[in-house]
């Protein structure tokens, strides 16, 4: 399984990006699609994901302001991630994890979010 990450960009505080991500592979398998970001001197946190059923979680952080969606027929998921912060800016990368299985594979470049103040 693959995923790549697209959408990342620069925005001032307040504004809003899109991100998108696409899967390829042994789509089949994939139950969660999930977004992560990793900010400099920080470890990489999970933000929001999606299973294949359509329950979504959202970390404290992002709640009312992020929206994962997710098409499994296309095998995309994306986030639309309003009311930035400059404390949103990291690295995002979309990872997926297996029916039954607990790792996030498929691990992309990423796309850097940067928001200035």
């Known amino acids: 399984v693959q995923l790549q990450a697209s959408g990342g960009g620069l925005v001032q505080a307040g504004g809003s990006l899109r991100l998108s991500c696409a899967a390829s592979g042994n789509v089949f398998s994939i139950n969660i699609m999930g977004w992560h970001r990793q900010a400099p001197g920080n470890q990489r946190e999970l933000v929001a994901s999606?299973?294949?059923?359509?329950?979504?979680f959202y970390d404290d952080s992002v709640k009312g302001r992020f929206t994962i969606s997710r098409d499994n027929a296309r095998n995309t998921v994306s986030l639309q991630m309003n009311s930035l912060k400059p404390e949103d800016t990291a690295v995002y990368y979309c990872?997926?994890?297996?029916?039954?299985?607990?790792?996030?594979?498929?691990w992309g470049q990423g796309t850097q979010v940067t928001v200035s103040s």
């Open positions: 990872a997926a994890r297996r029916f039954g299985r607990e790792e996030w594979i498929g």
């Open positions: 999606s299973s294949r059923a359509g329950i979504s």
